[in-house]
């Protein structure tokens, strides 16, 4: 079993800038896949970042590419997910998630979630 516990949210302007946290617990956290995802009212889950577990290999959505950073520090057993440039859109509940294995990106394949952490942004 993997706890995983995200923070880091909260409201803030159009423009401005967020740096969630996600800290693990219960395993050996460098061998895990890590991702962040994200959830919008009434929308479905969607991928926002990963990284994963051997060389810090980063992936990210096409459309969060430049504004949104995944990365880890082992050491203290999380994963960050800085975000830049926040529209309105960017908006949602952020999950952390971990996986042992590379079967794509989908949610789906995860297997440990977090809580969330609402992420709010005025226009």
């Known amino acids: 079993q993997v706890q995983l516990v995200e923070s880091g949210g909260g409201l803030v302007q159009a423009g401005d800038s967020l740096r969630l946290s996600c800290t693990a617990s219960?395993?050996?956290?460098?061998?895990?896949?890590m991702a962040w995802f994200r959830q919008a009212p009434g929308k479905e889950r969607e991928f926002v970042a990963a990284?994963?577990?051997?060389?810090?290999?980063?992936y990210y959505a096409d459309s969060l590419k430049g504004r949104f950073t995944i990365s880890r520090d082992n050491a203290k057993n999380t994963v960050y997910l800085q975000m830049n440039s926040l529209k309105f859109d960017d908006a949602a509940v952020y999950y952390c998630a971990a996986k042992t294995g590379l079967s794509g990106l989908q949610y789906n394949t995860y297997d440990y979630w977090g809580q969330g952490t609402q992420v709010t942004v005025s226009s």
């Open positions: 990284i994963s577990r051997n060389f810090g290999v980063t």
């Open positions: 219960g395993r050996i956290f460098s061998s895990y896949n």
